[in-house]
């Protein structure tokens, strides 16, 4: 099969048809995959009746799959396997979750501009989100181009950051949105990790400005001036040009490349159900992300 591509905005974002998801992938169709990623960083592809498992089976076919955040909250979950990512504002019981609960907290941290998992070491590579119950309204989910982002600083600016690292802490949204109640074993459960501000996407060569609210410091800056510095650069990142907004649909299934795109969720009414399922593929040297 061949893989077809509608581009959806001016830099970035295809919606790709053409592929049968829900069967084992082929290589070729791997690679086509994985040049489209490159080329385009976040593939919409519309109606995709997958079960959870076929999901996973297919992010499997990309690499070792990422289980975030788990480590440390270790909750009790309402689906069964650890890969798969309950994006969704319903509790462990199958009920709406309470507005103040856990499960929105997280909800809420995924409504700040991010990279999934760059705390970690290894991050993040893709990222796929499946769209199974939807609100009446909202609850959208907007990416930005970080390699327009890069391409659109100042030249003295894309000088300046050049050899600069940022520091990326996992519970830094948590903090933000005051929940503050982490044991030190929590804290020290994730350690930060430290990532390139000027990065290169090592599938399509192009230059990236890497940011996102975990960072929370520079390295070898004064916090206060570096995190003025990080704030500038992500509101640089995601002004309206680089940002594509996705309306889903029930059957949606959007992958999108988590080193060189930030994304975050849109607000919606937390007392209608929303849910969705995600699968994250770590960037390791064993995934099978390039084109060729
Ligand atoms: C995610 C995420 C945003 C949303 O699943 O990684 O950030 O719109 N989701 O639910
Ligand atoms: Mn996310």
Redesign the pocket.
């Known amino acids: 099969m061949t893989l077809q591509l509608k581009p959806l905005h001016p830099l970035f974002v295809a919606e790709a048809s053409g592929i049968d998801l829900t069967q084992p992938l082929a290589e070729h169709d791997l690679k086509q995959i994985n040049a489209a990623m490159n080329q385009y960083a976040v593939l919409v592809w519309k109606g995709q009746p997958l079960t959870a498992q076929q999901q996973l089976d297919f992010a499997s076919t990309f690499g070792p799959l990422d289980i975030g955040l788990k480590r440390v909250f270790k909750r009790k979950e309402r689906l069964e396997d650890e890969r798969l990512?309950d994006?969704s504002n319903v509790d462990a019981q199958g009920q709406v979750a309470q507005r103040d609960s856990p499960k929105n907290l997280s909800?809420f941290a995924?409504?700040l501009w991010?990279s999934?998992s760059s705390f970690m070491n290894p991050r993040a590579a893709y990222?796929m989100?499946h769209a199974v119950v939807l609100p009446s309204w909202g609850?959208?989910?907007e990416f930005a181009d970080l390699r327009a982002a890069f391409d659109a600083l100042p030249e003295q600016t894309q000088a300046e950051i050049q050899n600069l690292y940022a520091e990326h802490f996992a519970l830094h949204t948590r903090l933000l949105l005051g929940d503050d109640a982490y044991t030190d074993d929590q804290k020290k459960a994730i350690p930060p990790a430290v990532w390139p501000l000027s990065d290169t996407h090592p599938g399509s060569g192009r230059k990236v400005l890497f940011v996102g609210v975990h960072a929370r410091q520079i390295v070898g800056w004064p916090t206060a001036e570096g995190r003025m510095f990080l704030l500038d650069l992500l509101e640089h990142a995601t002004q309206k040009p680089f940002v594509y907004s996705h309306e889903w649909q029930v059957g949606d299934l959007v992958i999108w490349d988590n080193r060189s795109t930030l994304?975050?969720?849109?607000r919606y009414d937390i007392s209608e159900r929303?849910e969705?399922r995600?699968v994250?593929i770590n960037d390791t040297s064993e995934a099978r992300l390039m084109a060729a």
């Open positions: 990512i994006i909800n995924n409504q991010h999934d990222s989100l609850g959208c989910t994304h975050r969720g849109r929303r969705l995600r994250t």
